[in-house]
């Protein structure tokens, strides 16, 4: 697999790092040649001098035969004009930019975009911190419809199954971590103290989970 990554920030170098890793064809571009120090000296990929967004700087980079590109510049207007070129123009199957105005998102999203927005999630992680301080909110999917919560089993849990704490279309068990090791529930397996479960929980369902844990 080959990913393009434009801009070399803490999140563009964190990521190529984080890629190059996991064994994956990993091409970086920046217009500063210093930004590249933070790769480090055990990444594997490449790296190219340019602005994300100059044609034959992508040609050189390979984009013609990458798998996915992303977006990290310090610059939504920049990360738009490379993601919508990478998308329309390079066909590339897998585009996804950083935005940090929320509602540019929207338009982003129009286009087939996939974004992440450091601010949208902060604010949704902040206000899941302040009103459900007993939940460890992971991540919110979709437009937080969705959450992805983590909670440790107390007295009132152990003993129980996911069936007695599944109701369809609110919670869902999906997996449970225990002495460091994750793995996929059934009905069969009971919950023990220091257990950590992991669920899917709808956003109007948050309450239900969070009186379970109140002692």
């Known amino acids: 697999m080959k990913i393009i990554i434009i801009g070399c920030g ?6 190529a790092k984080n890629l190059s890793l996991q064994g994956i064809d990993v091409s970086v571009i920046d217009n500063d040649p210093k930004t590249f120090k ?3 000296n055990t ?8 602005m994300g967004f100059d044609q034959k700087v992508l040609t050189a980079a390979g984009i013609e035969h990458t798998d996915a590109l992303a977006a990290v510049t310090t610059t939504d207007e920049i990360n738009l004009v490379v993601a919508r070129m ?3 123009v390079y066909k590339v199957p897998s585009v996804a930019a950083r935005v940090y105005e929320p509602q540019k998102a929207k338009i982003y999203r129009r286009l087939g975009i996939q974004t992440v927005s450091p601010v949208t999630l902060g604010i949704e992680r902040l206000a ?3 009103i459900y301080s007993n939940l460890d909110i992971e991540r919110n999917i979709g437009a937080g419809q969705i959450s992805l919560v983590d909670i440790n089993v107390n007295y009132r849990l152990v003993g129980k199954t996911q069936a007695d704490l599944n109701i369809p279309g609110e919670i869902q068990v999906v997996a449970m971590t225990r002495n460091g090791k994750t793995s996929m529930l059934n009905d ?7 257990d950590l479960l992991h669920l899917f929980v709808t956003s109007t369902s948050k309450d239900k989970v969070s009186k379970l844990l109140r002692s």
């Open 43 to 50: 990444f594997k990929g490449k790296t190219f001098v340019g």
């Open 128 to 130: 899941s911190m302040l």
């Open 188 to 194: 069969a397996v009971t919950f023990q103290a220091n």
């Open 38 to 40: 933070a790769l480090g």
């Open 10 to 15: 803490r999140v563009g170098s964190g990521l």
């Open 86 to 88: 990478a998308k329309t």
